[in-house]
């Protein structure tokens, strides 16, 4: 779920209503990706969050009092104090079909604008003074994006002008057919049609045109009926254009699903609220940091620990067989005491007692007397070779097992350092894939995606990648590592894949030190003041065969001793 053009206009219209003419107060570094303005606007106090977080940006009115939650504060964070602390809002702007929003700000030294750019993967908070970038949360310099860069002392640039996109206000019938005419594809569905063709559809809304006009949301586009879906979308198109927003959210078991500024019919439990930012408050809680999710990990938590249990008392009843052979050995010996006393055995009878080794108690044997003693001894020796047929596949039990352990404990891990609904919803459907999730099937969060690997890039110009989870991580090592790239992984405890990207060039020992510093912060061990990282190249890497999403082996390791550092800490463009 994200922020669509339609939802930043709903917010510009509310902030020119609530906060234009209002004195920001106060400035506050909320968590390393995320601001908080205390804003002083008609004769009430208000606080402003604005979040560059990669997977779910954001910006919208709360409820509660913002608190700092950082001990040191960022660089923007400190340029807006001395910008735009004491000054007054003037202005709120978007430009059009863009998610972005811009405060002009008259500020103790003139006039500044305040951008956020709450686009996922690309998000972005910049104080811009002339035209000029003064500093951004997140710098991008030309090894990212040639087009765009977003540093000190450049020029801001918008986003590249949308081509071959349409005004879904000025949508004719004509229009419509002409979007599917050329399709195709007949894999391609109407949804993502609308999504990929018409300005400021996203593939939630492309989803509510299509439920509105009485269509499958799965219909293939070159099944589309183009006036039919058009006549579906008059009713929120029509408000939409007019600016008439109709804040909602749509609540489930799971909580709050997704957020909309049009009625949504295609999800069940929509109602309306007041404002655009209640509703985006609702979605996401109230921004303290990694602690505002607690609450929705502790079912999760409680199912891992459920299939921990489990499996542990499977792998000790497992490993338990690998060393005690007693009751096998018994099985061996009734047969052959069968066939010793066979001639003494009487018709009917039902029990034989007699001494296998002379330094132990005799055995009691069971005896079926429907059977011939001969047809006996051979149960117990049919038994006998069944029994060390298992014992023969327990190995192989034994390591899918410890593999299955450690894959949840790096669901665990997963789940610990989980700071957005997104990477959450990953280990419930990860727990549910796997067949671990008791009661009703947990649904992915509506419009969530999949969250992407975070990128860094060094000041060298040397590409960082880090995966975050356990589907991360297979992405991470075998989809954007090479053979020669360096990987890192903090050692013997569940955390990320790291790779360094070799370019060509040498890859400096300070880069594999920050690489490893965020290795060990992404793991189970991030609160530990020192931590032991393994290094090596990616081919070097293999998959677990059977085993979880990211489980890998590797050799030629060699090991560091860091910091944990989160990859703010360091200077990346």
């Not at 439990?269 to 990694?290: C, H, I, K, M, N």
Request: hydrophobic share 40%; with cysteine.
């Amino acid at each position: 779920m994200y922020l669509d053009v339609f939802t930043v206009s709903a917010l510009v219209d509310e902030f020119l209503d609530t906060l234009v003419g209002g004195r920001i107060q106060d400035v506050l570094d909320v968590d390393e990706t995320g601001i908080g303005l205390e804003i002083y606007a008609n004769h009430r106090r208000r606080y402003l969050y604005l979040s560059a977080d990669p997977l779910s940006p954001r910006l919208h009115l709360v409820s509660d009092k913002l608190r700092r939650g950082l001990t040191k504060p960022t660089q923007v964070g400190l340029l807006l104090r001395r910008y735009a602390e004491g000054g007054g809002i003037t202005h709120v702007s978007q430009p059009p079909w863009e998610r972005i929003l811009q405060f002009d700000i008259e500020g103790p030294e003139g006039e500044i604008a305040l951008i956020v750019e709450p686009m996922e993967r690309r998000s972005n908070i910049l104080l811009v003074r002339e035209g000029v970038i003064v500093d951004c949360m997140r710098r991008v310099g030309p090894e990212e994006n040639r087009y765009r860069l977003s540093l000190p002392a450049h020029k801001y640039v918008l986003p590249p002008p949308q081509t071959g996109k349409l005004d879904p206000f000025k949508l004719t019938s004509e229009d419509m057919i002409g979007l599917f005419d050329q399709i195709e594809d007949p894999k391609r569905k109407t949804r993502q049609v609308l999504a990929s063709r018409l300005l400021g559809v996203s593939p939630l809304l492309a989803k509510e045109f299509l439920f509105r006009a009485g269509l499958d949301e799965n219909q293939k586009a070159i099944d589309a009926e183009p006036e039919r879906l058009l006549a579906g979308m008059q009713a929120i198109i029509v408000p939409l254009a007019r600016r008439n927003w109709q804040p909602g959210i749509a609540e489930g078991d799971e909580g709050v699903a997704a957020f909309t500024v049009y009625p949504l019919e295609s999800i069940a439990g929509w109602r309306q609220v007041d404002t655009v930012s209640e509703a985006l408050e609702a979605f996401y809680s109230t921004p303290v940091g990694e602690d505002a999710y607690n609450a929705a990990k502790v079912p999760v938590q409680a199912m891992l620990d459920d299939a921990q249990g489990k499996l542990r008392a499977k792998l000790a009843s497992l490993e338990r067989s690998l060393t005690d052979d007693a009751e096998r050995e018994v099985l061996k010996q009734s047969g052959e005491l069968i066939l010793a006393y066979q001639y003494a055995i009487q018709s009917g009878q039902t029990q034989l007692k007699a001494q296998y080794d002379p330094d132990k108690p005799e055995l009691v044997i069971s005896l079926n007397p429907a059977q011939t003693p001969l047809e006996n001894a051979q149960a117990y020796f049919t038994r006998y070779d069944k029994a060390k047929r298992a014992l023969a596949d327990v190995p192989r039990l034994v390591e899918e097992t410890r593999n299955e352990l450690a894959f949840l404990a790096q669901l665990t891990a997963d789940l610990t350092m989980a700071a957005n609904w997104p990477d959450i919803d990953e280990v419930r459907q990860a727990l549910q894939s796997k067949g671990y999730w008791r009661g009703k099937a947990a649904k992915r969060i509506a419009g969530s995606g999949q969250s992407a690997p975070l990128k860094c890039v060094t000041k060298d110009g040397f590409v960082i990648w880090v995966g975050r989870n356990s589907r991360q991580n297979e992405q991470v090592t075998f989809g954007k590592g090479g053979g020669l790239d360096v990987w890192l992984h903090a050692h013997d405890v569940p955390g990320s894949h790291v790779i360094v990207k070799f370019d060509g060039r040498p890859i400096p020992e300070l880069v594999v030190e920050q690489a490893a510093a965020i290795a060990a912060y992404y793991s189970t061990s991030r609160d530990e003041g020192k931590v032991l990282v393994d290094v090596t190249e990616c081919r070097y890497v293999k998959k677990i065969k059977g085993a979880g999403p990211g489980m890998v082996t590797y050799r030629n390791e060699t090991t560091r001793t860091v910091r944990p550092q989160r990859e703010t800490e360091f200077d990346t463009p």
